[in-house]
C-alpha cells in the first residue's frame, strides 16, 4: 500500500511530542519552525527542551504519558520507547491522530521525511518508514542538484500563476508557460540582464 504524501500547516496548533532525548529535541526544532503549540510529555528532558520551557516557547509535563495528554492535539510525535510509542499509537488511534512514532515504524501512522528547503520551496523524501537514512541521503543528493537560485524561480513561479488565474489559462497549459519562464530567466543571466 502506498503512502499519501502530505504537507501540514501547523501553526498555532498543539503538537504532542512524548519523549524528551535528543530525537524528540529535534523534531520540536522542526514544529517550532512550522510554529506548533508544542507540548512534551516526558519524565526526563534534555537541557535545550527544559530552557524553552523556561522561555515559554513550549510546554513541558514531566512525568509518564497519559491518553488524556492528546486531547486537543492535531499530530503526535511519539519519541520515546518502543513500548511507550505503543502505548501513544493506541491511544491515539482510538482518537483518530496521526502518530509520527520515530524510528518505529510499527508504532507509527505517520512518517518523517528527508526534507530540504531553499528559496520558498520544499522537497522531501519518504521511504515509507523503512529506510530513514536512505531518504536522509537521497535529500542530500537532491540538494546538491537544485539551482542555488531557486527563490528566484518560485517568485517567477507566483507571478506567472497569479496571471494564468486572471487569464484563465487552463492547468494543462500552465507547466509548458512556466518552463518558458524559467529558461527566459537563464537567457537574461546570460545577456547580462538582471531577472526581475
Known amino acids: 500500500m502506498q503512502l499519501f504524501p502530505l504537507f501540514l500547516k501547523l501553526a498555532g496548533r498543539k503538537v504532542l511530542v512524548v519523549g524528551g532525548g535528543p530525537?524528540?529535541?529535534?523534531?520540536?526544532?522542526?514544529?517550532?519552525?512550522?510554529?506548533?503549540?508544542?507540548?512534551?510529555?516526558?519524565?526526563?528532558?534534555?537541557?535545550g527542551l527544559a530552557e524553552l520551557a523556561a522561555s515559554g516557547a513550549i510546554a513541558i509535563a514531566r512525568r509518564?504519558?497519559?491518553?488524556?495528554?492528546?486531547?486537543?492535539?492535531?499530530?503526535?510525535?511519539?519519541?520515546?520507547?518502543?513500548?511507550?510509542?505503543?502505548?501513544?499509537?493506541a491511544a491515539a488511534e482510538s482518537r483518530r491522530l496521526?502518530?509520527?512514532?520515530?524510528?518505529?515504524?510499527?508504532?507509527?501512522?505517520?512518517?518523517?521525511?528527508?526534507?530540504?528547503?531553499?528559496?520558498?520551496v520544499t522537497v522531501a523524501v519518504s521511504t515509507d518508514g523503512r529506510a530513514p537514512a536512505l531518504a536522509g541521503l537521497l535529500r542530500e543528493g537532491l540538494e546538491a542538484v537544485l539551482p542555488a537560485d531557486l527563490e528566484t524561480w518560485a517568485a517567477a513561479a507566483d507571478?506567472?500563476?497569479?496571471?494564468?488565474?486572471?487569464?484563465?489559462?487552463?492547468?494543462?497549459?500552465?507547466?509548458?508557460?512556466?518552463?518558458?519562464?524559467?529558461?527566459?530567466?537563464?537567457?537574461?543571466?546570460?545577456?547580462?540582464?538582471?531577472?526581475?
Not at 522542526?30 to 503549540?37: E, M, P, V
Not at 496521526?98 to 520558498?120: K, M, N
Request: charged content about 25%.
Open 64 to 89: 509518564s504519558f497519559d491518553a488524556a495528554d492528546l486531547d486537543g492535539a492535531w499530530l503526535v510525535v511519539a519519541a520515546a520507547t518502543p513500548d511507550v510509542n505503543r502505548g501513544v499509537a
Open 98 to 120: 496521526f502518530v509520527l512514532a520515530v524510528d518505529d515504524p510499527s508504532a507509527a501512522s505517520a512518517y518523517g521525511a528527508g526534507t530540504l528547503r531553499r528559496g520558498g
Open 159 to 196: 507571478t506567472q500563476r497569479a496571471q494564468w488565474r486572471a487569464a484563465g489559462v487552463p492547468m494543462s497549459e500552465r507547466r509548458p508557460l512556466l518552463l518558458r519562464a524559467l529558461n527566459a530567466i537563464y537567457d537574461d543571466k546570460k545577456n547580462g540582464k538582471v531577472a526581475p
Open 23 to 47: 530525537v524528540a529535541a529535534a523534531k520540536v526544532a522542526a514544529l517550532r519552525d512550522a510554529g506548533a503549540d508544542i507540548a512534551v510529555v516526558a519524565p526526563e528532558v534534555e537541557p
